[in-house]
């Protein structure tokens, strides 16, 4: 049956991800990190191939089980992400078994209106409306910088109140600052960050992922080798 076709692939899957997971230990130093700083960079590691991430994850304010109990509480908030892209790298059987709502706004017909009168981005007028909808949603940045600065004016301006960040957008044009802003200007919201420059679409769903599956972490033991 596909049911069982699903359930074995997804096997498979999970197989070849710890395999993966056991040759990024053997190379990477994760020497001093929590348990939740290993399981997110495991995942952006083996998402990217880059081992430089390592250096580059900054987890803020019990990030990692404060959202995984949100996530898995009956009654787990909206997730909202920057582009389609990041959306459709978040694993969609945990989700739906959740009940996860995953939006992103920029296809939301009403976003070019508002992006043309106001003289914004369309990320930044997605963002506006997001919030305007769910403002206690988890917010996931893995494209646009300025969808994440318009998240931090609107935070800073108590219209949003998000239950967590994703900081990952990637480029060269106002990424770091932004990433900055949010770290130093919004210290009370739970958090992952991307530093620098790095980041991506990819790297913010499996962010979300390695959340959603941090009660496989203990059970992996990935600080002891698997």
């Known amino acids: 049956s596909r049911k069982t076709d699903e359930s074995s692939a997804g096997k498979v ?6 395999e993966s997971f056991r ?10 990190k929590s348990l939740a700083h290993i399981w997110v960079a495991l995942h952006c590691i083996h998402t990217t191939a880059d081992f430089q991430l390592n250096d580059f994850i900054d987890l803020k304010n019990n990030v990692v089980p404060a959202l995984y109990e949100k996530f898995h509480s009956g009654n787990p908030p909206v997730i909202v992400t920057d582009v389609s892209m990041v959306t459709r790298g978040i694993r969609k059987a945990i989700a739906q078994k959740l009940g996860l709502q995953i939006k992103c706004y920029l296809d939301d017909e ?3 209106t508002v992006a043309e009168e106001k003289g914004i981005t369309r990320s930044q007028a997605g963002i506006r409306l997001a919030v305007e909808e769910h403002p206690n949603a988890v917010f996931v940045f893995g494209n646009a910088p300025t969808a994440l600065i318009e998240l931090v004016k609107l935070v800073r301006n108590k219209k949003a109140n998000p239950a967590g960040v994703i900081a990952a957008p990637v480029g060269f044009v106002n990424v770091q600052e932004i990433k ?3 770290k130093y200007g919004c210290p009370d919201i739970p958090a992952v960050f991307v530093n620098g420059r790095r980041g991506g679409s990819n790297v913010a769903a499996t962010i979300i992922n390695a959340i959603l599956s941090w009660n496989e972490a203990k059970a992996m033991n990935p600080g002891e080798g698997l």
């Open 23 to 32: 040759t990024i230990l053997q190379e990477v130093s994760f020497e001093g």
């Open 13 to 18: 899957g999970r197989q070849i991800m710890n």
């Open 180 to 182: 900055w802003q949010l």
């Open 110 to 112: 009403r976003v070019k």
